[in-house]
């Protein structure tokens, strides 16, 4: 079972630059998450989604855009990098029915970002 | 919006001590709360969860952790650290959104 996988795994940006973030799960999970991590910081949400079409924001969105065009994928879109945005970025996918309480969530490798 | 506190950044234990890893949770709803580890170089990995069943919540390597609504608390504890359970620890609440909020972790190191 591949998961959740995530590309690329290292990323260098310079200022102003714009990339996209690859997220992709085979489990059929409704859930989808993006996260960053920073030194001593935990995990912040960027951006979540509950199925295909439908996206919220979490605790830091600033700069980032998603879409959720199909189950399987999960977009995070930097517009104009900047040095704050260097960090470790995990997508995460997870299952509830109905709305229910949310099972265990799975999550990708990581995804590395330097912004210089 | 639901919040964790992890209370401890960083928790050092002899092999064969007991663990305990502290956490407290705001929720304006009856949360959901897990326990995830990170080891170095590895995917985040489930420890356990608790979602209003039983409080006390029994997870993998000998991991559990007990939901007291009346504290607001979630700790995590193992009887007896291995030098394998050295790693970073979240603990995440969950509430009516299904949206997860992540502490800001607990270094656990174990020396022999």
């Known amino acids: 079972n591949a998961g959740v996988t995530q590309t690329p795994k290292f990323r260098i940006l310079k200022i102003g630059q714009s990339m996209t973030l690859q997220c992709t799960q085979d489990?059929?999970?409704?859930?989808m998450y993006w996260y960053r991590q920073d030194p001593g910081m935990g995990l912040k949400l960027i951006y979540y989604?509950?199925?295909?079409?439908?996206?919220d924001k979490g605790e830091v969105p600033n700069g980032y855009n998603v879409s959720r065009s199909t189950t399987e994928d999960f977009p995070l879109r930097l517009e104009l990098a900047a040095p704050s945005q260097t960090s470790v970025y995990f997508c995460?996918?997870?299952?509830?029915?109905?709305?229910?309480?949310?099972?265990?969530?799975?999550f990708g490798q990581g995804t590395r970002l330097t912004v210089v | 919006a639901q919040s964790v506190t992890q209370l401890d950044s960083h928790v050092s234990v002899s092999e064969g001590t007991p663990v305990l890893l502290r956490c407290n949770y705001s929720?304006?709803?009856?949360?959901?709360l897990f326990w995830y580890v990170q080891h170095p170089n590895k995917r985040l990995q489930l420890l356990l969860k608790?979602?209003?069943?039983?409080?006390l919540v029994k997870g993998i390597n000998g991991f559990e952790a007990e939901f007291k609504k009346s504290e607001t608390s979630f700790h995590l504890t193992k009887p007896s650290a291995h030098m394998s359970d050295a790693a970073e620890y979240f603990c995440?609440?969950?509430?009516?959104?299904?949206?997860?909020?992540f502490g800001a972790g607990t270094r656990l190191t174990v020396k022999p």
């Open positions: 989604s509950v199925g295909a079409g439908i996206t």
């Open positions: 995440v609440v969950s509430d009516r959104r299904n949206d997860m909020r």
């Open positions: 995460a996918s997870s299952y509830s029915r109905d709305g229910r309480r949310n099972t265990e969530a799975f």
């Open positions: 608790y979602t209003s069943a039983a409080t």
């Open positions: 929720s304006s709803y009856s949360p959901s």
């Open positions: 489990m059929n999970h409704n859930y």
